[in-house]
């Protein structure tokens, strides 16, 4: 056995990848994700990377949330059509190989342990923030995945128990203040205006929150204050040492970065907690499927021994 097969399956995009033992993409391709059938776009997909290279012996998946490990199914928030979708199953019927599911955040995480700013590190939390905010934990080498799959949600911690009712059903997650679309949202309610034919989003509050925009910059120091208070809880929880920050929002950069370090330095006491190393993602948008085939070798050499 020489490569994986590697899936990373999310509401907008279906990637996948020939990976070999020390990482390497060997053959990748992507295409968008159908609003149905989905399993027929991924068979396409698979069947344009299998095509005529080397035979993979075994395949990780990483998919967009909730999803039950046990039963080997998937409902992802954002793909209405996949509702307790089977998904170990059928890419196990498709590809006649050995298939390990987690879920993509989850993935990111492992990625960036394995290849990307958290190498080395012996605890790491790994953290997308864009639409939502997902994450996963990486502990002593080993994705701590929770019996349904689901460990690692940071995104629906409560950073303010008096705080507003989250779309989850809970109060105060930090996903209320921190996501791409509620920094938006707090802004505009603050008087913000996106420029002039743009979208009111989190990238054009990026740039004006760099050019110095006052409620720019105070909705960004809002944000990285809510994830300051989720990361030196979970620090403080599993004493993570590396958090990896990911998503659409971290490419905002220093103006989410740097109010994040003040944050953390206010809000942290324990040494422990306070020796937290945060740093931006270095794979983007290939963490997911890097740590998708890292699920697939560490299933295949636990099968083997
Ligand atoms: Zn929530």
Known sequence: MTCVLAI???GTKLAAALVDEAGSVVRSATRPTPRADVMSALAALVE?????GPAPGAVGIGCAGPLDLEAGTVSPVNMPSWRGFPLREEVRKLTGLPVVLAGDAQCMALGEHWLGSGRGSAALLGIVVSTGIGGGLVIDGVPLLGRSGNAGHVGHMTVDPYGERCECGGRGCVERYSSGPNLA????????QAPDGEPADARALARDAAAGQEVAVAAFERGARALAAMIASTAAATEVSTVVIGGGVSA????????LARALDDIGGLPFVRAVQVKPTTLGVRAGLAGAAKLAWDYSRSAAA
């Open 8 to 10: 990373d399956i999310g």
């Open 48 to 52: 344009e990377v299998t095509g005529d």
């Open 185 to 192: 949202r707090w802004a505009l309610a603050n008087g913000w």
């Open 252 to 259: 905002a950069g220093p103006v989410l970065f740097d109010p």
